[in-house]
């Protein structure tokens, strides 16, 4: 018990050290403003966290930290230029909700994807709307030219104008560096701090249409703008392999990331919406919890089964 | 537990909504204005008090399945005129509720309460008994319905208030839901706090 909870720990200092990289990246394309974003999110949602705990009659433990690297993932789905108040508002939401649903031992979805789904139905005008890479926004300024992100250029038009050094870089509005999101899934699969079957699973599904169903004329350029828009890659990195949410098992685990990216990818082929994949990683929560459920329900029958040869014997 | 609060029961102490998780759907789908509430108010109000006294003169030697009909078709009958009279006072938000207006006919307080509490009752009592389940209802339906049109809207009945930043994905059902989520655990919160208070701290307080 004691290995397993010190092992969790590691886990959210991992994904925290991953995430406070790519924030750094944010800085340095969008200003102190991505950063002063990223604070007041997370300090929102860690006084949040004591409250309900404290509601619920628990005590605050290191282990209900989890709601700062959600907050983290939350803010970098964001453009650095939104509403604090409406971050804020999300990051209550977030936080209030997954205790409603029984905290943190109880997790039916992931914190980030609801709070994005949750500022998409609220505030879509201000969640789609990003400034230009190297536009620098004041804390208390308010942006003034505003463009689509990248996502959505790709998804109308189904071409981009970005080198492959700007793609690694991550200087196209609305996308993160690939370069960081790359080291960041072999760091965190490799420590095992992320399911590593939803994980391969999604970058499969994302790899076998991009190439079947390409979205551009070159299977190679649909390829590498699929993962480097609709937040394909961070989205396979920190909520669909969230360890929280995803199957425990890698088989199905596999299956659970691989329908995850078939289906965002077939509704992002279709409906030319943008970060369709944190939408369907939500709706598909439930085939997640199901599998959680089937292998649990296995554990037990293996068990008892085991009970049983041992009282023949 | 003394008469008289088992007859204000439905109000507070037992509530439709909040601690019996009853007749949720409207509350979530259509609970997001409050001229949506008084439309359901006003058709839940009718339905049920009427079926209710009339379905108590049923008599109770017919088998259970038998009776449980009769109760849904007498409501379906105060329906009709219900909806006639829905229609003039409420000629739009009618059509946005839909389905869940003809749903009210069949709610659990006339096909699930009948049986297992108001019929076990003497007639006044039940009577007294009825309307406060009903209030408690009403209750809670204006409660959800104004919070959320405020925040959801930025309106009262219709009427703009000035708020700075809407959140329109109260307005929307999974909002409601959440919302009243929220409520349900509150009110039990609260119920276990007053019911623990009541009984002096020292006994065992189930929270049903």
Redesign the interface.
């Known amino acids: 018990m004691q290995k397993k909870l010190k092992s969790e720990r590691f886990v959210w200092l991992d994904i925290m050290i991953t995430l406070i990289t790519l924030e750094i990246m944010q800085f340095f394309y969008y200003g102190a403003r991505a950063v002063v974003l990223c604070g007041i999110c997370a300090v929102v949602s860690l006084i949040t966290e004591i409250i309900c705990t404290r509601l619920m009659g628990r005590h605050f433990t290191a282990d209900d930290l989890y709601c700062i690297s959600d907050a983290l993932i939350v803010t970098l789905m964001l453009p650095a230029v939104i509403d604090f108040k409406i971050a804020g508002i999300a990051c209550v939401f977030t936080v209030i909700i997954k205790n409603e649903f029984g905290g943190r031992k109880n997790m039916i979805f992931s914190p980030a994807s609801v709070a994005y789904v949750f500022m998409l139905t609220s505030w879509r005008s201000q969640l789609i709307m990003y400034t230009e890479p190297h536009v620098h926004t004041g804390i208390s300024e308010k942006a003034g030219n505003l463009v689509s992100s990248a996502s959505h250029v790709f998804n109308t038009t189904g071409k981009l104008n970005f080198t492959d050094f700007e793609i690694l870089m991550g200087n196209m509005a609305g996308s993160l560096s690939m370069l960081l999101l790359v080291v960041s899934a072999v760091i965190l699969f490799f420590r095992s701090d992320i399911s590593k079957g939803a994980f391969v699973g999604t970058i499969t599904g994302t790899l076998f249409l991009a190439c079947i169903l390409p979205m551009c004329s070159n299977i190679y350029d649909s390829v590498k703008y699929t993962f480097s828009t609709n937040m394909v890659l961070f989205a396979s990195v920190y909520i669909i392999s969230d360890r929280r949410i995803a199957p425990k098992h890698n088989y199905y685990a596999f299956f659970y990331g691989f329908f995850t990216a078939v289906f965002s990818y077939a509704l992002v082929a279709f409906t030319q919406k943008e970060n369709m994949i944190i939408i369907v990683s939500l709706l598909l929560t439930p085939v997640a919890l199901a599998f959680r459920n089937l292998e649990k329900n296995i554990e037990l029958l293996e068990k008892a089964e085991k009970k049983g040869a041992v009282t023949v014997e | 537990m003394n008469k008289r609060t088992s007859v204000f029961d439905g109000l507070i102490g037992n509530n439709t909504v909040l601690s019996s998780l009853m007749v949720i759907s409207p509350v979530i789908m259509c609970g997001d204005t409050l001229k949506n509430a008084m439309a359901i108010i006003y058709a839940f109000s009718a339905i049920t008090f009427i079926s209710v006294i009339a379905g108590s003169f049923v008599p109770r030697k017919l088998p259970y399945a038998v009776r449980i009909i009769i109760y849904t078709i007498i409501s379906s009958l105060v329906f009709i005129p219900v909806k006639f009279a829905a229609q003039q006072f409420f000629p739009q938000v009618i059509n946005r509720i839909g389905i869940y207006f003809m749903l009210l006919a069949v709610n659990s307080l006339i096909i699930v309460q009948t049986e297992a509490k108001f019929y076990r009752m003497k007639r006044g009592k039940m009577i007294f008994s009825l309307i406060f389940y009903i209030f408690g209802f009403d209750a809670v339906i204006l409660i959800v319905s104004f919070l959320r049109e405020l925040i959801a809207h930025g309106t009262i009945y219709d009427r703009v208030v000035d708020i700075d930043?809407?959140?329109?994905?109260?307005g929307?059902p999974?909002?409601g839901f959440?919302f009243l989520?929220?409520m349900c655990?509150l009110y039990r919160?609260i119920r276990s706090v007053s019911r623990h208070e009541n009984t002096g701290g020292d006994s065992n307080v189930s929270d049903d």
């Open positions: 930043t809407l959140i329109s994905g109260f929307l999974f909002g959440i989520g929220l655990g919160k």
